[in-house]
């Protein structure tokens, strides 16, 4: 079975100042992973996700995830935290294979940026 | 514009009375799904459908019923609303060719069973 887990459900960086929030993964065989973002009242939106092509994986909104097979990690990063960048994010995994498309959540990260 | 719809987007309701939140997608995805989200929990899928007329239990399907007829449509059928399931749901779909393909989400039901 595969879960996610994301490290601190609210996070809070100063405008301008690095943001990374945390995710793990557990899964039997290699995964796909992926970061959505939620603004407010709003559905979610694919930021990113790793497929195996490359370990550096870069998104919208300038934001990169780095897949670490040897930490089970696919942490997300932004090098300047902007105001428009206040959201929920959810790391979520599936598994490789036919007919697997069930996505499995995290529980979610709120950022919060301070001005 | 590629996107997915839901209806309603807020609804009030009563321990009871059946609902429908209907949910459609105009990319011709084989793969629909519908989540809730609850505070904590992240999101948890309900049920999924791969194809017209083939639909699967999710993680929390109980209290719930999905139909796919139209590939397009996929509703969410709750017959005896409970206040447990006083939630937000998000109807979600994607190509089915491999687990890697991106799922666009509608914007949200937001649901409240008194």
């Known amino acids: 079975a595969q879960s996610v887990t994301q490290l601190g459900s609210h996070v809070s960086v100063s405008e301008g100042a690095l943001v990374l929030l945390r995710c793990n993964y557990s899964?039997?065989?290699?995964?796909?992973l992926f970061w959505y973002v939620q603004y407010p009242n709003q559905g979610l939106q694919l930021l990113l996700k790793?497929?195996?092509?490359?370990?550096l994986v870069k998104g919208i909104n300038g934001f990169e995830a780095e897949f670490k097979k040897s930490e089970t990690s696919f942490h997300l990063t932004k090098p300047s935290a902007h105001m428009s960048d206040a959201a929920e994010y959810f790391c979520a995994v599936t598994q490789r294979g036919a007919g697997s498309y069930q996505l499995t959540f995290g529980k979610g990260t709120k950022l919060s940026v301070i001005p | 514009e590629a996107q997915v719809t839901q209806n309603p987007r807020y609804l009030i309701t009563v321990t009871g009375k059946k609902l429908t939140v209907t949910c459609s997608q105009n990319?011709?995805?084989?793969?629909m799904s519908w989540y809730r989200q609850d505070p904590g929990l992240g999101l948890r899928q309900i049920y999924y459908?791969?194809?017209?007329?083939?639909?699967d239990k999710g993680d929390v399907p109980e209290g719930y019923k999905v139909s796919r007829k139209e590939k397009r449509n996929f509703p969410l059928i709750l017959e005896s609303p409970s206040p447990n399931q006083t939630s937000l749901y998000f109807c979600?779909?994607?190509?089915?060719?491999?687990?890697?393909?991106?799922?666009?989400f509608g914007p949200g039901t937001r649901l409240t069973v008194l």
């Open positions: 790793y497929t195996s092509a490359a370990t």
């Open positions: 979600a779909s994607s190509y089915a060719l491999a687990g890697y393909n991106e799922q666009f």
């Open positions: 459908s791969m194809n017209v007329e083939v639909t």
């Open positions: 990319m011709n995805h084989e793969y």
């Open positions: 899964s039997s065989v290699p995964p796909y």
